[in-house]
RNA sequence: GGCUUUGUAGUUUAAUCGGCAGAACGACUGACUUGUAAUCAGUUGGUGAGGGUUCAAAUCCCUCCGGAGCCUCCA
């Protein structure tokens, strides 16, 4: 007589089943149709097939397409298929890791001597429909460890048996699909025929198991749709998405550019660009005076010993900037890869007393990393790009405050820019790895703790990522996703207890006694460079009128209005505004195209009536003619506009 | 750094099998003197660098220098 199960479901109501009933079987219960959308089960936050016995009390949910998980089982069940046409177009090639994935899925594939490029995607698409549409289903088998070794060594794939091998025994399952066998711990959707589309998207190198000693393996990304249609519309996305890339509009509203005789991942602001990144380091710099930070300028190089001191160059030295030498002494001084030794030593520069804590330092410190060549990406990842640092040097007490007060600035700045998808995380030491990192475990544990109390005081949510700390301690790092989705890592607070002790700073306490302070390294945009990428993308290059590098552009409706409008820039620039002309022998048709895909925010017509009244007529970006309004009002108006948005 | 891929004028791009490098925009010159998303005409300018194969190379091969995607890395 089978026990009856308690299954929760998603809402927390619990219904009674035999035990031994099926996804399927719950969903059936719930209704017809989501049965017919139903891919998959979660069963206590583990997806499982709709046709897998339960057996226990459990928690699920039915998945569907409409369910990143659903997705996913969906995807993972593409990744076996297209194992299954590559086993069949290219016989002998060994298996990897095939997994899904945000967007789809990948499979790693060892082809051996054949060289897998574009010009096989077509037929390895073809495959994969055609294998799709005979309704292969997913059948799990449970398979001793042994069986499973001896399997993988018959066919000679040393992958495989190097995975089962780190498994328990009686943990291993294999899928059968069609002719196809894999190791795998499930999750798959019922039948290969609800999948109607596949792309094969690209095709990388990817170190096996990514370890760089490894042997390189063929990845290839592909996704896959239950319509023909859905997957237009990706592909269509994506498209849209590259419009927005922030290499892109750089070039195309010139803001920076990169030489190839100033060298790789060193780029140069244009002018354009430099207004933009310059009315931002105005921004932080006012919103920084008000919260006690202190401005100060340190050189672009310091002494290797500086950095031997801090600890950088032991653990950096090999894979940074070689050291620069003076010609006659031989003195070794190093390209700064970051402020924080000079940082230490203006503190160092006089006693401190317990009074003027905490003491902020900060400057717009232009550092200089060596980044594998393979690592650059336009202005997200250089070798040449200026921190918005600053370090709190605090008493023990006083860290907790500070963090918040970094938080709130940090915040602050998101929500002025309306970066509203970023994620918090802390980025905690690997427990596993403890030799990489400086300073005591209670030293650790303390820094930890006092991130994680300080991030619930403001209540972020926040996720721990394991190995993320820096070698000096852990931090707080703010997430922000580019236009294609890929996460960067913008503002940053740090939590240091062992610079101050390499350093042996000190301030006298109210005992009369020698302690050591606290310091706290943060960059609210992280840098200028890979801060001012993510807002292009997120602005798709439109900025907000207080940001943009010209606010206005005057457009005279012909050449003898020219003098007149030269003039009125001049009046706009008096009243603290970046005003461009365009004195162009162009139509005003020409001249507002060309105004409105270079994003001005404001074009202002100029003909005989606005010359005779001192009026001009606006034009909003995207929006079209505000009508004429005298040159006073639109001065206000603008003022208006951008105290607004920096409320 | 690695794998894959890619490099045509300032920009976007065309060139069937290896067979005269062609256009648009821009810039320059001139005409027109303009009222809310492209006025007309002319001129200018190019195969990333170096080597090889070939009667002939943008196209095939090699080396180097860049770009893109991913892997590894990221103080």
Not at 26 to 47: D, F, K, P, W
Not at 553 to 573: G, S, T, W
Request: hydrophobic content about 35%; glycine content about 8%.
């Amino acid at each position: 007589m089978p026990e009856n199960i308690k299954i929760t479901l998603p809402d927390n109501s619990v219904r009674e089943f035999a035990s031994g009933s099926t996804g399927m079987d719950v969903a059936m219960s719930i209704s017809q149709g989501l049965a017919r959308n139903a891919l998959a089960i979660e069963v206590n936050g583990e997806t499982w097939e709709l046709n897998r016995p339960i057996t226990t009390d459990a928690s699920v949910a039915i998945l569907t397409w409409r369910d990143q998980k659903g997705k996913e089982a969906m995807w993972h069940s593409s990744a076996h298929i297209l194992a299954e046409a590559l086993e069949d177009l290219y016989p002998g090639i060994k298996l990897g890791f095939g997994p899904p994935i945000k967007n789809g899925f990948y499979y790693d594939i060892d082809f051996g001597d054949h060289k897998f490029g574009e010009a096989d995607f077509k037929k390895v698409e073809k495959k994969f429909l055609e294998l799709a549409k005979t309704a292969e289903t997913f059948e799990r088998k449970d398979v001793s460890k042994e069986e499973a070794i001896a399997h993988y060594k018959n066919i000679g794939n040393e992958y495989k048996v190097e995975l089962i091998e780190g498994l328990e025994d009686g943990d291993i399952t294999f899928y059968h699909s069609g002719n196809f066998v894999d190791l795998c711990k499930g999750g798959h959707i019922p039948n290969s025929k609800v999948i109607k589309a596949m792309k094969i998207m690209n095709t990388a190198g990817a170190y096996w198991r990514g370890d760089e000693k490894n042997k390189m393996l063929t990845r290839i990304y592909a996704v896959s749709f239950p319509k023909k249609k859905e997957l237009d519309e990706y592909l269509l996305l994506l498209e849209e998405a590259k419009k927005r890339d922030h290499r892109k509009i750089g070039k195309e509203l010139e803001l920076f550019t990169f030489s190839e005789k100033v060298g790789m991942g060193l780029p140069l602001w244009l002018p354009r660009g430099t207004r933009l990144r310059e009315t931002l380091v105005d921004f932080l710099k006012k919103v920084q005076e008000k919260e006690g930070y202190q401005q100060v300028v340190t050189p672009h190089i310091g002494k290797k010993e500086l950095y031997q001191t801090s600890g950088h160059w032991e653990k950096y030295g090999e894979d940074s900037f070689q050291p620069i030498k003076t010609p006659s002494e031989g003195e070794e001084f190093l390209l700064k890869p970051m402020n924080c030794p000079h940082h230490c030593e203006i503190y160092a520069s006089r006693p401190r007393s317990y009074k003027e804590l905490p003491f902020r330092v900060a400057e717009f410190g232009t550092v200089y990393r060596y980044e594998q060549s393979g690592e650059l990406h336009g202005l997200t990842r250089v070798r040449g790009f200026t921190q918005d640092d600053a370090h709190i040097f605090c008493r023990p007490d006083q860290v907790k405050e500070e963090f918040i007060k970094v938080i709130d600035i940090v915040l602050y700045i998101f929500k002025v820019l309306k970066f509203e998808n970023y994620k918090a995380q802390i980025s905690l030491r690997d427990p596993e790895n403890p030799g990489k990192y400086f300073g005591s475990p209670e030293q650790w544990d303390a820094a930890e703790k006092a991130i994680e109390e300080a991030a619930d005081e403001r209540g972020l949510i926040t996720v721990k990522e394991l190995g993320e700390a820096a070698f000096y301690g852990p931090k707080l790092d703010f997430m922000v996703s580019d236009a294609l989705g890929r996460e960067w890592q913008l503002g940053t607070i740090q939590l240091d207890y062992q610079l101050p002790d390499r350093f042996e700073l000190e301030f006298v306490g109210s005992d009369n006694q020698k302690h050591r302070p606290v310091m706290i390294h943060r960059a609210p945009f992280g840098s200028l460079e890979r801060f001012t990428a993510v807002l292009i993308e997120h602005s798709a290059g439109e900025f907000p009128l207080w940001l943009a590098p010209s606010q206005a552009i005057i457009l005279p409706i012909a050449e003898k209005f020219n003098d007149y409008v030269v003039d009125l820039q001049d009046q706009f620039r008096d009243a603290g505004f970046r005003v461009d002309v365009d004195l162009r022998n162009e139509k005003v048709g020409k001249k507002i195209r060309e105004a409105e895909i270079g994003k001005y925010p404001y074009m202002l017509i100029i003909g005989e009536q606005e010359m005779a009244n001192g009026s001009v007529s606006v034009r909003k970006r995207k929006e079209g003619d505000l009508g004429a309004m005298s040159n006073d009002a639109f001065i206000q108006y603008l003022k208006d506009e951008i105290s607004e948005m920096l409320a």
